[in-house]
Antibody, heavy 116, light 108 residues
Framework: QVQLVESGGGLVKPGGSLRLSCAAS????????MSWIRQAPGKGLEWISY????????YYADSMKGRFTISRDNAKNSLDLQMNSLRAEDTAVYYC?????????WGQGTLVTVSS | EIVLTQSPGTLSLSPGERATLSCRAS???????LAWYQRKPGQAPRLLIH???SRAAGIPDRFSGGGSGTDFTLTISRLEPEDFAVYYC?????????FGQGTKLEIK
């Protein structure tokens, strides 16, 4: 069955960096677009970015451009999100999900807390 | 950016009843690019409906979506105990792909 497992979350100081990973299994990873989506405490879901199966197409929400970088390693069935210059408002649960603009499978999420 | 407003915020119903959830967009959504998700506590969101009215794979036929333009609905014809959850609408007609704030469907 399809499984997506995020890792890499934790506590980071404002201005710091963090790299999230998502391990995928149960499907041909390289055949699918993948995305990152987040949900801040008490807030709604927010799409961050997607990447095509071959990594040739990458798209970010305007508010995420410049600080976040999505990447993937199809040999390892892995999706990453590099987050730089983190701010308190980046505190959220980060989900990886299969798909580009709709998402049929999601992981359980990993919590990122940005605080001094 | 398209803002999606869901109503009601909380809906209290009993198993066996019919649930109607609303999602209103701040501007028309092209080609009915509207999806619905279900989320239960401690679980990942689950895609229910896409293109406004097409059920995703494995979704029971008691779930149906409708609407166009700026007004969309999710209907659950006869509530089962496992249907009590939070429901989100999401548009994907243009970036950014935004979500509604959610409707909590709770047992009365």
């Amino acid at each position: 069955q399809v499984q997506l497992v995020e890792s890499g979350g934790g506590l980071v100081k404002p201005g710091g960096s963090l790299r999230l990973s998502c391990a995928a299994s149960g499907f041909i990873f390289g055949d699918y677009y993948m995305s990152w989506i987040r949900q801040a405490p008490g807030k709604g879901l927010e799409w961050i970015s997607y990447i095509s199966g071959s990594a040739t197409t990458i798209y970010y929400a305007d508010s995420m451009k410049g600080r976040f970088t999505i990447s993937r390693d199809n040999a390892k069935n892995s999706l990453d999100l590099q987050m730089n210059s983190l701010r308190a408002e980046d505190t959220a649960v980060y989900y990886c999900a299969r798909g580009s603009i709709t998402w049929d499978y999601w992981g359980q999420g990993t919590l990122v807390t940005v605080s001094s | 950016e398209i803002v999606l407003t869901q109503s009601p915020g909380t809906l209290s119903l009993s198993p066996g009843e019919r649930a109607t959830l609303s999602c209103r967009a701040s501007q028309s959504i092209s080609s009915s690019h509207l999806a619905w998700y279900q989320r239960k506590p401690g679980q990942a969101p689950r895609l229910l409906i896409h293109v406004a009215s097409s059920r995703a794979a494995g979704i029971p036929d008691r779930f149906s979506g409708g609407g166009s333009g700026t007004d969309f609905t999710l209907t659950i014809s006869r509530l089962e105990p496992e249907d009590f959850a939070v429901y989100y609408c999401q548009h994907y007609g243009s970036s950014p792909y935004t979500f509604g704030q959610g409707t909590k469907l709770e047992i009365k």
